[in-house]
């Protein structure tokens, strides 16, 4: 007795495919992460890197002239989406800058899907994964902007900017994939947090006003671009004055650290932010009593960032887990 044929419908095939995929993704679900692990960490850390190299690449186009290798935004030219042949080594580096932030775009996801299952016992991750990956877009349309009004030197300095945002905001993120979750307290002194908050201030002039300097300096990405029309070597001196100012508070903290709870990690925090300091301000000298040298202005640019990263760090590390904190307190009066 020959067996019936099976016959197949549309909505059949369409249940199978539904199952498929309903099975393909509980798959995905049980393999991303509910805890904090290396997978996150890691993540957390490459989304710091990529957010602090393409500061790298970003000035690099800038301080060749290659501002507007692609002389229009999205695409490269009103005709052709990548650079040709005919743009020349501007039209590369400024395309191979944009494609960096696909980069940005692909490890932002990545921290977003290895944090999502955690969107209750780590609603701080969530939204700082969250927000990174929402800002990286509109960063890129700011830097479309500054092509479209030819560089105009307070547009590209909002461009810079809005990394510098991103930095500290993936900085946040690697601090905070080593915390404990959990409400938290001020563990520091009242006047070590005030110190701390005022250099932060410092930081945040000093960029704001090194970004001034440079948008009244010769580097403006492009030869025809135009200058904000301050004084560079005035504006130099303005750049400075906050820079100290952040010194020697950070001497301050350094000090003032050793009397902080070990666990806290100030020492080790505030002695990072020391060296990025002295980096920077060797740096900085060194390339104004050399004309501004490109590869120097490229380092110093990205050094900025990495002190708003340094600087987020510390101020990350003032406060503990409000238990540990409890028990911290109630252990040093028993004592």
């Known amino acids: 007795m020959s067996a019936e044929p099976t016959i197949t419908t549309a909505s059949g095939s369409r249940e199978r495919r539904w199952t498929r995929g309903a099975a393909a993704w509980l798959h ?13 960490i890691a993540a957390a850390w490459a989304t710091l890197a990529v957010q602090i190299g393409i500061v790298g690449t970003g000035g690099l186009v800038r301080l060749t002239g290659s501002g507007l290798g692609c002389p229009t935004w999205p695409q490269c030219t009103e005709d052709s989406l990548v650079a040709t042949a005919e743009m020349g ?28 299952r955690m969107r209750r016992t780590r609603r701080d991750l969530f939204w ?28 590209v300095g909002l461009h810079y900017f809005a990394s510098v945002l991103l930095v500290a905001l993936a900085a946040a993120l690697v ?12 563990a520091v002194p009242r006047w070590y947090a005030v110190t701390t908050h005022l250099t932060s201030a410092l930081v945040l002039i000093t960029v704001v006003v090194g ?11 492009d030869g025809g671009a135009a200058r904000n029309g301050l004084n560079p070597e005035f504006m130099q001196h303005v750049h400075a004055w906050p820079a100290y100012g ?11 650290a050793w009397r902080t709870p ?13 060296a990025v300091e002295f980096a920077q301000i060797a740096v900085g000298l060194w390339q104004a009593r050399t004309g501004l040298p490109i590869w120097l202005v490229n380092i110093h640019m990205v050094l900025a960032v990495i002190l708003v990263a340094a600087m987020t760090a510390v101020t990350m590390h003032l406060t503990a887990p409000a238990v540990a904190r409890g028990a911290t307190a109630s252990h040093t009066e028993d004592a």
Not at 211 to 221: D, E, K, M, N, Y
């Open 28 to 40: 995905l679900r049980d393999w991303l992460p509910d805890t904090v692990d290396r997978r996150v």
């Open 89 to 116: 080594i501007h039209g590369v580096i400024e395309f191979g800058n944009r494609l960096l932030t696909f980069v940005l775009v692909a490890v932002a996801i990545v921290m977003f899907l290895f944090v999502v």
């Open 128 to 155: 700082l994964s969250l927000v990174i990956g929402l800002y990286v877009p509109l960063q890129a349309i700011i830097g479309g902007i500054t092509v479209l009004t030819n560089l105009n030197p307070y547009v």
């Open 175 to 186: 601090v905070r994939v080593y915390a404990t979750p959990g409400p938290r307290s001020l």
């Open 211 to 221: 970004i001034l300097v440079t948008g009244s300096g010769p580097h403006a990405g």
């Open 246 to 256: 952040t010194f020697a508070l950070t001497l301050v903290l350094l000090a003032g």
């Open 262 to 274: 070990p666990p806290l990690r100030l020492r080790l925090w505030t002695l990072l932010l020391l």
